[in-house]
C-alpha cells in the first residue's frame, strides 16, 4: 500500500458545464431520457487479444535526420527505380552519398536519401510512412543495426497497445445519474455520478465530432448509427477517394491496422466506447451516451493487440478531419516509444485537440510509470481512473497525484456492443465519461480553449461525497 495524496476529484458536468463556463442556474434538473430494459446480461470478459503483427519480422518506429521535411504516402518499395517499398538495394540513390553513409556522415541528405539507405540495408523488409516525420520498418534487422545507419535519428520497437478492460457485471446506467436507491446486490451511494441530466439541461454534444481511436465502432448499431460522424467530402463506397485526402471511401473514419475503410468492430471494446460517448437519447431503446448529439470518428487500430503506429496514424487522421477530441482507452508500456506517441498528441494539442486517455487498470502510481498516454506532461491531455458505484475510487485502476487527473465512472458500466449491449469495468469505461462531458462543454461554448474545457473539468468536478482524501 503506497498512500497518495487525493488531489483530484469526481466529475460532475452539471458544476462543470453550469457554473464553470455557462454560468446558468438550473431551476429543476430534467429527468434521464426513457430507455427501454434490457434483458438480464450475462458478465463477459473484453480484452484485446494477441499480437500486434501476424509475421515473424521485427517492426520499430524510426525518426530521420534530413535537410527536408518531405513526407511520403502509401508503402515505400523498390520498382525500378520509383521507391515503393525495401525489398533490394535502392538503385536511383546517388553513390556518393551511399559513400557518405558508409562513412557516417550524412550532411546535405534529404530524407528521401536516407529512406533510401534505410530501405536497402540488410534485412529490411519494408518502410511506411506513418505521421509526424515517423515511419515503421519492419524486417530481421535488430535494434541495434537500425539505429547504426546514418541519419537514423531515433529507433525504437513498434509495441502492442494495452486495452483498459476488466469484466463486466452490472446492469445500470448508474454513472450518469443516480440517487442512491438500489433495489440491486450492488451498493450505490447517492450523487456518485456525473450528473448528466442536469447537463443535458444546456447542452447535449451537438457538432462535437469525438474521435474513437479503438477497436473499431458497429456503426450500424440501432443506438450509435445517428450519431456516427459522416465524412462531408466522401461519396461512400464507390471506390474513389472523393476528397483526396489518401483514404478511399472513409465515409466514417478508417481502418489503420487493415488499411481499408471498413471500421467494424470485431472485438466490442470500440463499441462500447462509442455508446458512453454518444448513444442516442430519447429514442426508447438501449441507452443515453453522456452527449448524445456529438458526432462519433470510428478510428480503428486493429481486431487483436493493435500497434501504436496504426494509433498515430489515426491520431493524425483525427486532426486532419475535424475531431475536437480524441479518446484514447489504451496504452503503451514502453518508455522508448513514448517520446513517438507524444510528438502526436502534441501535434493535436497544436491544431486544438483534446486527448482523453486511461489510467490503466493496474493499481499503480502512474508518476512513477512508462505507461503512455497515461502519464504524459503535455497539457491537452486528461489521464481518467476508475471510480465505483460507492463513489471511491477502484482498486484496480491506476492512480497518480502528478498524472491522473480525475475519476469518472468506470465499473459495471453499461454501453453498445455489435448487435446489442453489454456491461464492462475498467478505466477504458471512465475515460469516455470525460470525453463526453468535454463535447457538452464544447458545444455549450465553441470558442472555449483546450485550456479552459480541461480546466473546467479538473477544477469544477464534485468532491468524494465520503470524504475520502487518500487511496493507494
Request: with cysteine.
Amino acid at each position: 500500500m503506497r498512500p497518495t495524496p487525493f488531489r483530484r476529484s469526481y466529475l460532475g458536468i452539471a458544476t462543470l458545464v453550469i457554473v464553470a463556463l455557462i454560468g446558468a442556474i438550473l431551476a429543476t434538473a430534467t429527468s434521464a431520457p426513457p430507455v427501454e430494459a434490457q434483458p438480464p446480461l450475462e458478465p463477459q470478459f473484453l480484452t484485446w487479444e494477441g499480437e500486434p503483427f501476424s509475421d515473424d519480422l521485427n517492426h520499430y518506429l524510426i525518426t530521420v535526420t534530413a535537410t527536408d521535411d518531405v513526407a511520403y504516402e502509401g508503402w515505400l518499395q523498390m520498382d525500378g527505380d520509383d521507391l515503393v517499398a525495401a525489398t533490394s538495394p535502392p538503385s536511383q540513390v546517388d553513390p556518393d552519398h551511399i559513400a557518405d553513409v558508409v562513412a557516417g556522415e550524412t550532411d546535405g541528405m534529404t530524407a528521401a536519401e536516407v529512406l533510401e539507405i534505410v530501405a536497402g540495408s540488410a534485412g529490411v523488409e519494408s518502410i511506411r510512412p506513418v505521421a509526424f516525420g515517423i515511419y515503421a520498418v519492419a524486417g530481421e534487422i535488430s535494434e541495434d543495426e537500425l539505429s547504426a545507419i546514418a541519419g537514423v535519428a531515433e529507433v525504437a520497437p513498434d509495441p502492442a497497445l494495452i486495452a483498459a478492460t476488466l469484466d463486466p457485471y452490472y446492469p445500470t446506467q448508474w454513472g450518469l445519474d443516480n440517487d442512491g436507491v438500489s433495489t440491486d446486490p450492488w451498493r450505490v451511494s447517492n450523487d456518485a455520478d456525473i450528473d448528466a441530466p442536469e447537463g443535458w439541461h444546456r447542452t447535449r454534444g451537438k457538432g462535437v465530432v469525438v474521435a474513437v481511436i479503438d477497436s473499431g465502432v458497429d456503426v450500424t448499431h440501432p443506438d450509435l448509427a445517428a450519431n456516427i460522424w459522416r465524412n462531408p467530402g466522401e461519396q461512400c463506397a464507390n471506390g474513389i477517394d472523393d476528397d483526396g485526402n489518401g483514404f478511399v471511401d472513409d465515409c466514417h473514419g478508417w481502418d489503420f491496422a487493415n488499411r481499408t475503410s471498413s471500421v467494424v468492430d470485431y472485438v466490442g471494446h470500440g463499441t462500447h466506447v462509442a455508446g458512453i460517448i454518444a448513444a442516442e437519447a430519447d429514442n426508447h431503446i438501449g441507452i443515453a451516451g453522456v452527449a448524445y448529439e456529438s458526432q462519433v470518428m470510428a478510428l480503428k487500430i486493429g481486431d487483436g493487440t493493435p500497434a501504436l503506429s496504426a494509433g498515430i496514424e489515426a491520431i493524425a487522421y483525427a486532426i486532419d478531419n475535424g475531431a475536437r477530441v480524441i479518446n484514447a482507452s489504451w496504452g503503451v508500456d514502453d518508455a522508448n516509444a513514448a517520446p513517438f506517441l507524444d510528438a502526436a498528441i502534441a501535434a493535436a494539442g497544436e491544431a486544438g485537440v483534446l486527448f482523453v486517455t486511461a489510467a490503466g487498470n493496474e493499481p499503480i502510481n502512474v508518476d512513477n510509470s512508462s505507461l503512455h498516454p497515461a502519464a504524459s506532461s503535455l497539457a491537452n491531455v486528461i489521464t481518467v481512473g476508475a471510480s465505483t458505484p460507492t463513489d471511491q475510487p477502484a482498486s484496480w485502476s491506476g492512480y497518480g497525484a502528478a498524472t491522473v487527473d480525475l475519476f469518472a465512472p468506470g465499473e459495471y458500466i453499461i454501453s453498445t456492443v455489435p448487435g446489442g449491449y453489454g456491461i464492462y469495468s475498467g478505466t477504458s469505461m471512465a475515460a469516455p465519461m470525460v470525453s463526453g462531458a468535454a463535447a457538452l462543454l464544447w458545444a455549450a461554448t465553441p470558442e472555449a480553449t483546450i485550456a479552459e474545457v480541461k480546466g473546467a473539468l479538473l477544477d469544477r468536478s464534485d468532491g468524494p461525497n465520503d470524504g475520502v482524501t487518500s487511496f493507494r
